[in-house]
């Protein structure tokens, strides 16, 4: 099977727009986010697994920013911006730097601040700040990792 790839060009870093409940931000260092099922082994008196359960759905997402950036980040968020719950949108290329890949587009729904971490020290390099977020869910272009979502609860009467 071909790589899907249209003239030898891949996403890189410099491809990606991110966005934090629509506000653009450039000056991002790095984002990691993920999705993980914790699901384990079923066991009876057998050597061999019985099955396994569902799992857990957990979601993860950290970046790290320029501290320019993240000071308009927190300007724009204002006072109990760790309460608040951010949508995240990370864009991968556009048809004019990008050799024609298609647009990707992953959300990070529901993305509450669970840590801020400014370090520095000495040397070159610009100040930087690590924010870690607890998801509730990551959408990667649209495509959920479980298929089973929150129960739809109505009220009654």
Known sequence: MQS??????????????FRVNGLFILGIKSINYGNKVGSTFVRG??????????????????????RPQFNLFLAAAGNGYMAGNYTITVTYGNPL???LLPT??????GAKITEIDLSNSEG??????????????????????????LPQIASVG
Do not use: H, R
């Not at 990707?104 to 729904?109: A, E, G, H, K, Q």
């Open 124 to 149: 070159v390099e610009a100040s930087s700040v690590k924010v870690t977020f607890l998801p509730l869910q990551i959408l990667l272009n649209g495509i959920a990792a479980v298929a089973n979502g």
């Open 4 to 17: 899907p790839q249209i003239n030898g060009n891949y996403y890189s870093f410099a491809n990606i727009e």
């Open 97 to 99: 730097d990008n050799g």
């Open 45 to 66: 008196t057998n050597q061999m697994p019985l099955g396994t359960t569902q799992g857990q759905y957990e979601p993860k997402c950290d970046i790290e920013i320029l």
């Open 104 to 109: 990707v587009t992953d959300l990070i729904v």
